[in-house]
């Protein structure tokens, strides 16, 4: 690198400036290996990869999907291993993954993760309003969380809750349960999750909901999680050791509680009438952390239960089912983990 000025010194040649800087290119790829993952995936489902990725200059490592999302990745066991949860959620009709390690060079490595598809059906619901719902939990929630509720009609309101308020809350929600820990991980020791003793399910996850007023439809809805409902203000139990993210109101959700769990993992609980912690709070197994309400857009008392994964909503079902655990998650895990020792 040379810099002359003006100068007429030097016979007017000018006073000159160099400098040798050396360059190195490089045009290696990341070494990636899939070494393990989750024979298959459910629509609405999750699953677990383990992969190796090294490279001198590595700067990034994650699981990229054909609906544009990235599930991050974080140390595994060893150094040079990588583990991530990865989610199918149910709006989108095909899934697909690939692991992508990135150095500071620009150069990339691909790796196809092979899962076993499976396309579950989920339940359809026409639920038709009536003039007491929609001048009572409707009316209380546009008056709580509308700019202008008198400027809004009947069903004007009806499509606020259901639909704008609806997506504020989730957006929340998905904001705070998207961070994942990036601190090395030799496994994931989760039990099923059990959150209300004698609990009875009345509404399934991922029911697509339409809603009619005098035979018309005037807005829809996903229900993204389990209610289950057993006597009024039951003990909700955190089945799993975790760190609280949310515990305050949040619009549908009435008074919500959502839990970190590590891993990219996040429990929610949803319309409870109290909370027995509070955001930052540290949670063992078996600790009650709130009770069941009706609060929020719940009209008798229940909890509902969702599971998240990177923000992404999955089917509670599968993590309350101890041998699914094991097939797709531990067992993976350890199975890796064998590998990389006899390496």
Same mark, same amino acid.
């Given at each position: 690198?040379?810099?002359?000025?003006?100068?007429?010194?030097?016979?007017?040649?000018?006073?000159?400036?160099?400098?040798?800087?050396?360059?190195?290119?490089?045009?290696?790829?990341?070494?990636?290996?899939?070494?393990?993952?989750?024979?298959?995936?459910?629509?609405?489902?999750?699953?677990?990869?383990?992969?190796?990725?090294?490279?001198?200059?590595?700067?990034?490592?994650?699981?990229?999907?054909?609906?544009?999302?990235?599930?991050?990745?974080?140390?595994?066991?060893?150094?040079?291993?990588?583990?991530?949860?990865?989610?199918?959620?149910?709006?989108?009709?095909?899934? @697909? /993954?690939?692991? &992508? !390690?990135?150095?500071?060079?620009?150069?990339?490595?691909? %790796?196809?993760?092979?899962?076993?598809?499976? *396309?579950?059906?989920?339940?359809?619901?026409?639920?038709?309003?009536?003039?007491?719902?929609?001048?009572?939990?409707?009316?209380?929630?546009?008056?709580?969380?509308?700019?202008?509720?008198?400027?809004?009609?009947?069903?004007?309101?009806?499509?606020?809750?259901?639909?704008?308020?609806?997506?504020?809350?989730?957006?929340?929600?998905?904001?705070?349960?998207?961070?994942?820990?990036?601190?090395?991980?030799?496994?994931?020791?989760?039990?099923?999750?059990?959150?209300?003793?004698?609990?009875?399910?009345?509404?399934?996850?991922?029911?697509?909901?339409?809603?009619?007023?005098?035979?018309?439809?005037?807005?829809?809805?996903?229900?993204?999680?389990?209610?289950?409902?057993?006597?009024? @203000? /039951?003990?909700? &139990? !955190?089945?799993?050791?975790?760190?609280?993210?949310?515990? %305050?109101?949040?619009?549908?959700?009435?008074? *919500?509680?959502?839990?970190?769990?590590?891993?990219?993992?996040?429990?929610?609980?949803?319309?409870?009438?109290?909370?027995?912690?509070?955001?930052?709070?540290?949670?063992?197994?078996?600790d009650q952390i709130g009770t069941t309400g009706t609060s929020g857009l719940a009209l008798g008392d229940h909890l509902h239960f969702g599971i998240l994964v990177q923000g992404e909503e999955v089917r509670p079902q599968q993590w309350m089912d101890k041998k699914w655990i094991k097939d797709n998650v531990t067992s993976v895990l350890d199975a890796a983990k064998a590998m990389i020792d006899k390496n």
């Amino acid at each position: 690198i040379e810099a002359v000025d003006t100068s007429k010194w030097g016979f007017f040649t000018g006073n000159k400036a160099s400098k040798k800087v050396e360059v190195v290119l490089d045009t290696s790829k990341p070494d990636l290996y899939v070494l393990s993952q989750s024979y298959s995936i459910s629509k609405g489902g999750s699953a677990v990869v383990v992969f190796r990725a090294t490279d001198n200059q590595l700067k990034e490592v994650y699981v990229q999907t054909n609906f544009g999302k990235k599930f991050k990745a974080v140390p595994f066991y060893k150094e040079g291993f990588y583990a991530a949860l990865v989610a199918w959620p149910v709006q989108v009709e095909n899934f @697909s /993954a690939e692991v &992508i !390690a990135r150095d500071f060079a620009g150069n990339e490595s691909k %790796s196809h993760v092979r899962y076993f598809y499976e *396309n579950v059906k989920y339940k359809t619901s026409t639920i038709a309003l009536n003039d007491r719902f929609l001048d009572g939990k409707i009316v209380d929630l546009t008056d709580q969380y509308a700019k202008d509720p008198n400027a809004l009609s009947r069903l004007d309101k009806m499509k606020f809750v259901n639909e704008t308020l609806r997506n504020s809350n989730e957006e929340k929600i998905t904001a705070l349960t998207s961070n994942v820990d990036t601190d090395i991980t030799n496994g994931f020791n989760i039990i099923p999750f059990y959150p209300l003793r004698n609990g009875k399910k009345v509404a399934d996850f991922a029911d697509h909901r339409f809603y009619t007023y005098n035979n018309e439809q005037v807005s829809e809805s996903w229900h993204m999680g389990i209610d289950f409902a057993s006597v009024a @203000s /039951a003990p909700i &139990i !955190a089945s799993n050791a975790g760190r609280v993210v949310l515990a %305050s109101e949040n619009g549908i959700y009435g008074l *919500n509680i959502v839990i970190d769990h590590g891993f990219g993992l996040y429990s929610l609980y949803g319309h409870c009438s109290s909370a027995k912690v509070k955001e930052g709070d540290m949670v063992a197994a078996g600790d009650q952390i709130g009770t069941t309400g009706t609060s929020g857009l719940a009209l008798g008392d229940h909890l509902h239960f969702g599971i998240l994964v990177q923000g992404e909503e999955v089917r509670p079902q599968q993590w309350m089912d101890k041998k699914w655990i094991k097939d797709n998650v531990t067992s993976v895990l350890d199975a890796a983990k064998a590998m990389i020792d006899k390496n």
